[in-house]
């Protein structure tokens, strides 16, 4: 269970965010909806336990996020958390096996190679496994940025604006492929949207 009590974030001494409870049951689906400049992204931050609330509580499966400190909030992350940020992230260095297998390492857990390429068979892209990611697509790096949010099974994913810049059928398609990976991880979904078009397809919604 996500379940959130009187949080608020200050940015300096002028602006300050309050934002409402949220109480979602396990392996649930829904969609935060607001304005551009509400604090979307904000709030998608203090779930993913990037940044720290001024006041209030987070948790996740009986633990406290904001609790957590150093090492233990980055691989409680790791291990629980799975973030699809709007702009993908990775180390245009590495290929997509190395910048998965990076993120398993980093979360302590094992490697596992057969673990990457089963995520990739699943979203269609087990043919970039030795790409470097800088030669993807826009949609390529989108599925990348999937499998790395999901590669090691997380409780949570959280989704930031995923369809901003897509039509209505690739819009459709993304969401679906979201729910899905979502839905055979056994994970809760939560998507971060201005888009008003993913109104219909989510039970649980909550507005800024």
Same mark, same amino acid.
């Given at each position: 269970?996500?379940k959130?009590?009187?949080?608020?974030y200050?940015y300096?001494?002028?602006?300050?965010?309050s934002f409402?409870?949220?109480n979602?049951?396990?392996k649930?689906q829904?969609l935060?909806l607001?304005?551009s400049?509400?604090?979307?992204t904000t709030l998608?931050?203090l779930?993913?336990?990037?940044?720290?609330?001024k006041t209030?509580?987070i948790?996740?499966?009986?633990?406290?996020?904001n609790s957590?400190k150093?090492?233990?909030i980055?691989k409680?992350?790791?291990q629980?958390?799975g973030?699809?940020?709007q702009?993908?992230?990775?180390?245009?260095s590495? +290929?997509? =096996?190395? !910048?998965?297998l990076?993120?398993?390492?980093l979360? $302590?857990? %094992?490697?596992?190679i057969e673990s990457?390429?089963s995520?990739l068979r699943e979203?269609?892209? +087990?043919? =970039?496994? !030795?790409t470097?990611?800088?030669?993807?697509?826009? $949609?390529? %790096?989108?599925?990348?940025?999937?499998?790395?949010?999901?590669i090691n099974?997380?409780?949570l994913?959280?989704a930031d604006?995923?369809?901003?810049?897509?039509?209505?059928?690739n819009?459709?398609?993304?969401?679906?492929?979201?729910?899905?990976q979502?839905?055979?991880?056994?994970?809760?979904?939560?998507v971060?949207?201005?888009?008003n078009?993913?109104?219909?397809?989510?039970?649980i919604k909550?507005?800024?």
């Amino acid at each position: 269970m996500l379940k959130t009590q009187h949080i608020s974030y200050s940015y300096g001494n002028d602006t300050t965010l309050s934002f409402p409870d949220i109480n979602i049951p396990d392996k649930s689906q829904g969609l935060i909806l607001g304005k551009s400049g509400c604090g979307k992204t904000t709030l998608l931050h203090l779930l993913g336990g990037l940044l720290k609330p001024k006041t209030g509580t987070i948790e996740l499966n009986l633990t406290t996020l904001n609790s957590l400190k150093g090492s233990a909030i980055d691989k409680f992350r790791g291990q629980e958390i799975g973030i699809i940020f709007q702009t993908p992230h990775f180390i245009d260095s590495l +290929s997509v =096996k190395e !910048n998965l297998l990076l993120a398993q390492s980093l979360a $302590g857990n %094992k490697k596992n190679i057969e673990s990457i390429k089963s995520i990739l068979r699943e979203l269609n892209i +087990s043919d =970039k496994l !030795n790409t470097n990611t800088k030669e993807l697509s826009q $949609g390529q %790096k989108q599925r990348v940025s999937i499998a790395r949010a999901l590669i090691n099974s997380p409780q949570l994913i959280l989704a930031d604006e995923p369809t901003s810049a897509l039509d209505d059928e690739n819009c459709t398609a993304v969401i679906n492929l979201l729910k899905e990976q979502a839905e055979k991880s056994d994970a809760t979904l939560l998507v971060v949207t201005h888009d008003n078009r993913l109104s219909n397809l989510f039970d649980i919604k909550i507005t800024l």
